[in-house]
């Protein structure tokens, strides 16, 4: 188990590297008005931009 999760780790690493423009890194909102209005929008930037840090979501409830 510890190894698929090593695995798993290196796989959404290297997904995650920011291929144009400054990584994620932060806390974000999804709710509507916020940072990210949906999921979708939020999951987008993770792939277009990838992470330079540690990132939250904040998901309000209802979304």
Do not use: R
């Amino acid at each position: 188990m510890k190894k698929q999760g090593i695995i798993l780790f290196i796989l959404i690493s290297g997904y995650l590297i920011p291929s144009s423009g400054q990584g994620l890194n932060g806390i974000y909102n999804i709710n509507g008005t916020g940072s990210y209005p949906t999921f979708t929008s939020a999951v987008d930037s993770l792939i277009t931009y990838g992470v330079s840090g540690p990132v939250v979501f904040i998901v309000k409830e209802g979304i």
